[in-house]
Every structure is written in structure tokens, then in C-alpha cells.
């Protein structure tokens, strides 16, 4: 069982930057794909970016690419979220998940065994 936690969330203005971490306890997350996922108010859930295990290929969301970096801290045990140039629209609770196997369905929350619990993240303009 692998237990999820975010953090870093907060307020920000348009234009600032902000850096979630996805810590996990019980497993080594370097084992696992680890996407983030973000969902705003009325909308479905939305994948953002993920990062293979092993040879730790990237993919992003198209709404956010050019602007998120995702990278694994493997002395830490997190996956981290570098988000700049934030926009008001980028408001939403963010996910972190992890999945034991490939799918290439990565962009959607199916894939995935396990969730953190979420942070919020609120862009003002």
C-alpha cells in the first residue's frame, strides 16, 4: 500500500510560481508511475503530467506545458510539480497518483492505484 501526501498549495497571483510535492510512505515511489492530476470547480478531473519509473519519460498536459515541470527527488521519496507563469486557470485542487503498471492511457485517472488526498491551488488575477 502506498500512502500519498501533496503539499505546497496556496494563493498565488497570475504570473507567480509554485511548488507541489507528492511525498509517499510505506513505498519507494521511484516503482511507480507518478502523474498529478488537477480538478477545478464543475469540471472533471484533468491530467497535468506524469513520470515513467525507470527511465523516467515525461509527458505533459497541453495546458500546461511549457510552464510545469515535474521531477522525482529520489533522496527525498517525493515527486515534485515546479508550476510558473500561473494562470487563473490553473485554480484547482491538485492530485498526486501513483500506478504500478504502464498504461497508455497514462493521461487518464484510471491507470492509477492510489491517490493523495489533495491540495488546493488558487490563482488570482
Known amino acids: 500500500q502506498v500512502q500519498l501526501v501533496e503539499s505546497g498549495g496556496g494563493l498565488v497571483q497570475a504570473g507567480d510560481s509554485l511548488r507541489l510535492s507528492c511525498a509517499a510512505s510505506?513505498?519507494?515511489?521511484?516503482?511507480?508511475?507518478v502523474g498529478w492530476f488537477r480538478q477545478g470547480p464543475g469540471k472533471e478531473r484533468e491530467f497535468v503530467a506524469v513520470?515513467?519509473?525507470?527511465?523516467?519519460?515525461?509527458y505533459y498536459g497541453d495546458s500546461v506545458k511549457g510552464r510545469f515541470t515535474i521531477a522525482r527527488d529520489t533522496a527525498k521519496n517525493t515527486v515534485d510539480l515546479q508550476m510558473d507563469s500561473l494562470k487563473p486557470e490553473d485554480t484547482a485542487v491538485y492530485y498526486c497518483?501513483?500506478?504500478?503498471?504502464?498504461?497508455?492511457?497514462?493521461?487518464?485517472?484510471?491507470?492509477?492505484?492510489?491517490w493523495g488526498q489533495g491540495t488546493q491551488v488558487t490563482v488570482s488575477s
Open positions: 497518483a501513483a500506478a504500478r503498471f504502464y498504461s497508455s492511457n497514462y493521461y487518464s485517472p484510471n491507470m492509477y492505484d492510489y
Open positions: 510505506g513505498r519507494t515511489l521511484s516503482n511507480y508511475f
Open positions: 513520470v515513467f519509473r525507470n527511465i523516467g519519460t515525461k
